[in-house]
């Protein structure tokens, strides 16, 4: 009889499993959306902008991550790679109450200026410093003068990821997390590289590295989440 009642149980448990692709499809996206807390009216418009002007910025959902992460480790420092015109700087500045020192770095000179807006016009951003310049320049800059960093979040050149971890990783201070953005690059990072366009490859194959470094390093603890298009989470520690 038991055993009869545990084959009986089978199909309808395997009924209750929902496929992959409803469980992380859009309507779950939009839900989860849904969910995170609305921005300061200043900050909306600064969102609605970038949109508009097809500048990429961090999705809904990574926000939701973000704000988590911050609240988590509570930093006193945070070190951002990828200004674009400054929304999410301004984001993990409100996310942390302002006031934290927060440094950004940009090459971009469109970008650049309209982030010095952002942070000029706004008194509550007076703690950002956008340090401007290649992003692998400054980085080394920063090691040199001795900084380190509570949290990090990578945003920039996709195929130079593995060269900004190994530049990241001296500006790590104890306990810091660092979170990496855009890392599945729209699910094509699980594929081969056969089946990417040609022109994407190096990106594609640059960020594969990127990953197999991050979950190789002894110094850290990572996992990848499917937020957004991806992001990585790490917590160093030393060694």
């Known amino acids: 009889m038991k055993e009869r009642l545990l084959q009986e149980s089978t199909p309808a448990d395997a009924d209750d499993r ?3 692709s409803q469980v992380n499809g859009e309507k779950t996206s939009e839900y989860i959306s849904s969910l995170v807390p609305d921005l300061p009216d200043w900050l909306a418009d600064t969102e609605r902008r970038a949109k508009r002007e097809e500048v990429p910025i961090i999705r809904k959902e990574a926000q939701g991550l973000l704000r988590f992460l911050l609240s988590a480790r509570q930093p006193k420092s945070i070190l951002e790679v990828g200004t674009a015109v400054g929304f999410s700087a301004a984001f993990m500045e409100d996310c942390v109450g302002y006031g934290v020192p927060l440094t950004t770095i940009e090459k971009v000179p ?9 942070f000029t016009e706004r008194s509550e ?7 401007e310049g290649d ?12 900084r380190k960093f509570d949290f990090v979040f990578l945003d920039a050149a996709k195929a130079q990821y593995p060269i900004y971890w190994q530049l990241i990783r001296p500006l790590l201070a104890d306990g ?3 979170v990496a953005d855009n890392v599945l690059q729209e699910g094509s990072i699980a594929e081969s590289k056969f089946t990417v366009q040609r022109r994407d490859r190096t990106i594609h194959l640059r960020m594969r590295e990127f990953v197999r470094e991050l979950f190789g390093e002894k110094s850290v603890v990572s ?3 499917p ?7 790490s917590v160093y520690h030393e060694r």
């Open 18 to 20: 929902l496929p992959v």
């Open 110 to 118: 469109a970008r650049i200026e309209a982030a010095k807006r952002l």
């Open 125 to 131: 951003l007076a703690a950002i410093t956008l340090r």
């Open 176 to 178: 810091a997390y660092f």
């Open 227 to 233: 937020v957004g298009d991806g992001m990585t989470v």
């Open 135 to 146: 992003a692998a320049e400054v980085l080394a800059e920063l090691a040199a003068e001795g």
């Open 223 to 225: 996992t990848l989440l």
